[in-house]
């Protein structure tokens, strides 16, 4: 039976870096205590110039590809996750694919916003399954958000991030490792509650919108501080079920990186310790649809995986979409 593993995986952040004492600065009051206090973050990347997401994304396959020992020709599938994409239209997939030499991938964007990454990794391991001609597939989970940042606004502007992080598909047919299953869920009554909205049909960027500034992030309402947790938890759970393996069997759970007291409170609630969610927010800040793959990187860069560990990928973001799959490693 023919399954999708991950064999090997990259990250990139800019080399700007922010300290929270920027922001103490910018915004005349002292942000920096609230910020490490309650969701670890002393700092993060932020682009320069005129650096772009699919600038990102190339970073981020290449450090993949050397990982797979592979050439851009052999990829034949490329999925960009990201929610701040380098134009509305054509997708930055295929800038991507242009700018890296992808030449002989079939490629699209997807934007589930923050739960993008894991909602690519579905994506690309159901179309191996079914597609025999597709031997290496690439996703990316991209997040160019300071482009998109109003700086003084306190509720956005110092949690928000840039980076990218890949991963490499291939098919397998052996049942010790692969995709194992998922739970994909959108709570669309939250779509209003914060997002980029103007730029498209709805709100076109004319100027007097764009002088409002209404083309830049918007936290428009607080989200219930209980879901995230209670989306999590379940969701964890129902992947375990469907893929035949006890909770307790998780070795990594990597979440989305916005809120360590969230991810701790479903670590407890699934009565793992803590250290099954490796965190990055601390010196990366939020990266979005980038941060679940970053967090893999990282792990498996510091020889965190082992062969037969059960990853857990869990992720919500804008929408609100949540996505969450197990692989065993």
């Known amino acids: ?49 005129e650096g772009t997401t699919s600038d990102l994304c190339v970073n981020a396959l290449n450090n993949a590809l050397e990982m ?10 490329l999925i960009i996750s990201t929610d701040t994409p ?5 997708s930055t997939a295929s800038v991507v694919c242009h700018k890296a030499g992808l030449v002989n991938a079939a490629s699209f964007d997807l934007n589930t916003a923050c739960a993008g990454f894991v909602t ?47 991963a490499v ?14 739970d994909l869920r959108t709570r669309g009554e939250f779509n209003s509650y914060m997002g980029i ?16 500034g209404d083309h830049k992030l918007r936290f428009v309402q607080k989200f219930p501080k209980e879901l995230n947790p209670q989306m999590w938890t ?20 990597f979440m989305t990186q916005i809120n360590i007291n969230q991810i701790h409170e479903t670590m ?3 009565g793992l310790p803590l250290e099954t969610a490796p965190t990055i927010m601390d010196k990366l800040g939020y990266t979005g649809s980038a941060a679940i793959g970053m967090a893999l990187d990282h792990s498996l860069r510091n020889g965190d995986l082992n062969e037969g560990d059960i990853l857990v990928f869990m992720g919500s973001g804008g929408g609100l979409s949540f996505a969450c799959n197990a692989f065993r490693w």
């Not at 797979?68 to 599938?77: C, F, W």
């Not at 379940?234 to 759970?253: C, H, L, N, T, Y």
């Open 268 to 270: 407890n609630n699934l």
């Open 197 to 212: 909205y103007a730029g498209g049909a709805a709100m076109p960027a004319s100027e007097e919108v764009i002088q409002k």
């Open 68 to 77: 797979a020992s592979l050439k851009p020709e052999q990829i034949d599938l």
């Open 120 to 166: 690519a990794l579905e994506t690309a391991s159901n179309f191996i399954k079914a597609d025999k001609k597709i031997r290496y597939a690439l996703v990316i989970g991209a997040y160019a958000m300071s482009r998109f940042l109003d700086l003084d606004d306190k509720k956005t502007v110092t949690l928000f991030a840039d980076g990218a992080a890949a």
């Open 1 to 49: 039976m023919r399954n999708a593993r991950i064999i090997a995986s990259g990250s990139y952040v800019p080399e700007r870096v922010v300290p929270n004492a920027w922001f103490n600065e910018r915004l005349g009051e002292d942000v920096d205590t609230w910020l490490q206090e309650n969701l670890t973050i002393k700092e993060r990347r932020w682009l320069n110039g």
């Open 86 to 90: 380098d134009f509305i239209s054509p």
């Open 234 to 253: 379940e969701m964890i759970r129902s992947v375990a079920d469907q893929g035949g393996f006890e909770v307790s069997e998780i070795k990594k759970a």
């Open 169 to 182: 598909l291939t098919p397998t047919e052996s049942e010790a490792s692969g995709h194992l299953s998922s």
